[in-house]
């Protein structure tokens, strides 16, 4: 029983520390044209108001929707939160947060004859649902600040993220230094429009939701484009591989090394 009490009392400390390293993420709001998007904003360590930075955009996956404006957080906000990560690296971070009726990027889900999905489709003239939208309008104001270093941002996302993140890519190649989409998917055909942008794909193996073969069949269109790419699978991993990606030793170095041109 007093083992028992000292974990829960661990486990609660935990929770709490989390909270609070959370707090460094500051609530923000961005309204256009009627439409709100909920976001948590990371300012650089030590910021300098007479310097630029780099931007790092991350779109979460499909059960951290909502409107609290903190699920967000839950993969990947504690990564950007190590001190000395922070001081090798200042940046501005963003996790917005999509709504739980609405998507990043659009598509359609594939269903058998019982009604189970079996895939994803998706079409080139789709329109761009508005929180992807509101994430495209809330990057262009921060860059109109001068704030951010407009040749240093860059976006990543996991799972109906990673969906976002090769949309992004595809819509706005102008924008973006790099981008990592974790166990994303997407119309691979799009990968000639942002060929030019290095990109970092990750993807578990054995993944139940999102098959393999999309982030498998975008590596082969970019490489068949000999653009800079590179691709990660993590054999025998379900879907959660962002685990294994937030342990990456080298995606922070990679990611920030990357300048547009």
């Not at 780099?54 to 609290?68: K, S, T, W």
């Not at 879907?239 to 995606?251: I, K, Q, R, T, Y």
């Amino acid at each position: 029983m007093k083992k028992l009490c000292y974990l829960i009392i661990f486990l609660c400390m935990q929770q709490f520390a989390q909270a609070q390293g959370y707090d460094a993420y500051t609530r923000e709001t961005y309204i256009h044209n009627g439409d709100t998007l909920r976001y948590r904003m990371l300012a650089p360590l030590n910021y300098d108001v007479h310097k630029s930075y780099p931007l790092v955009i991350f779109l979460h996956g499909a059960g951290e929707r909502g409107r609290d404006n903190a699920a967000q957080l839950i993969h990947g906000g504690s990564l950007f939160l190590e001190d000395s990560l922070r001081r090798e690296y200042p940046a501005f971070v963003i996790f917005p947060q999509c709504p739980s009726d609405s998507t990043w990027a659009p598509f359609h889900l594939k269903r058998d004859s019982t009604g189970k999905v079996t895939g994803f489709d998706f079409l080139a003239a789709d329109r761009q649902p508005t929180p992807g939208q509101l994430v495209k309008s809330l990057l262009d104001s921060l860059l109109a600040t001068h704030k951010v270093n407009s040749k240093k941002v860059y976006i990543g996302g996991l799972s109906l993220g990673g969906m976002g993140t090769f949309d992004m890519l595809a819509r706005y190649p102008k924008t973006w230094a790099a981008g990592f989409p974790i166990c994303g998917a997407g119309f691979a055909e799009n990968a000639k429009k942002f060929a030019k942008i290095p990109v970092w794909i990750f993807h578990g193996g054995a993944d139940p939701v999102v098959p393999v073969t999309y982030s498998q069949n975008y590596y082969k269109a970019l490489k068949a484009l000999h653009a800079d790419v590179q691709y990660t699978e993590y054999p025998g991993v379900g879907h959660n591989s962002w685990d294994n990606v937030f342990a990456e030793p080298g995606l922070l170095k990679w990611l920030f090394s990357n300048t547009k041109k």
